[in-house]
């Protein structure tokens, strides 16, 4: 990975502030702290009986489908995506107001226990109650457009999210 396309903590705070919905926070932190799985599986299957709090610190509870085949792992995350976690489920509405156009479009999101749900738009076909691929691909248009269209994708986020996990840990080991 080129070192120049690598995120800090302060880029991504930066660009958090930029971002209207509660659950696209939610999304970007996961993908920051290493949350993704197979065709971002461990993402949509996320409930809130997926997290958990322990000895003050918090823990997900993730599941990732690869073929039709699961597999389940527990992480640690942090108070503030445990809290994003918590907006993202019950957030109610979704404001698209997209990059690329003046006008600004409320949703609502369909009934699901998912964090991520659907949106409901208007549509006779069912749903499985987890979003879409396609929100996924939205949140990196979004993040490519911030960029300045920089070759940017959700795994930039992921490998950026290990080096600063990595970095916070020696850094916390170093100063005990």
């Keep these: 990975m080129n070192k120049s396309y690598m995120y800090h903590l302060d880029d991504f705070n930066n660009f958090v502030l930029t971002v209207e919905n509660d659950s696209d926070i939610a999304i970007y932190r996961a993908l920051l702290e290493g949350i993704r799985g197979d065709d971002y599986s461990e993402i949509k299957n ?64 369909e009934a699901s226990p998912y964090i991520f749900k659907p949106l409901e738009l208007g549509s006779k076909s ?31 986020f992921v490998d950026s999210g290990t080096v600063l996990n990595v970095q916070f840990k020696l850094n916390w080991k170093m100063e005990r």
């Design 46 to 109: 996320l409930k809130s009986s997926s997290i958990e709090i322990e000895n003050d610190k918090f823990f997900v509870n993730l599941c990732n489908e690869e073929d039709g085949v699961k597999s389940y792992r527990k992480i640690e995350i942090s108070e503030q995506l445990y809290e994003d976690l918590i907006c993202a489920d019950h957030q109610t509405f979704y404001l698209d107001c997209s990059w690329n156009t003046d006008n600004m479009d409320l949703y609502e999101y």
């Design 126 to 156: 069912s749903s499985d109650g987890k979003m879409e691929n396609s929100t996924i691909k939205r949140c990196e248009q979004i993040l490519n457009h911030y960029l300045a269209g920089k070759s940017q994708s959700a795994i930039t």
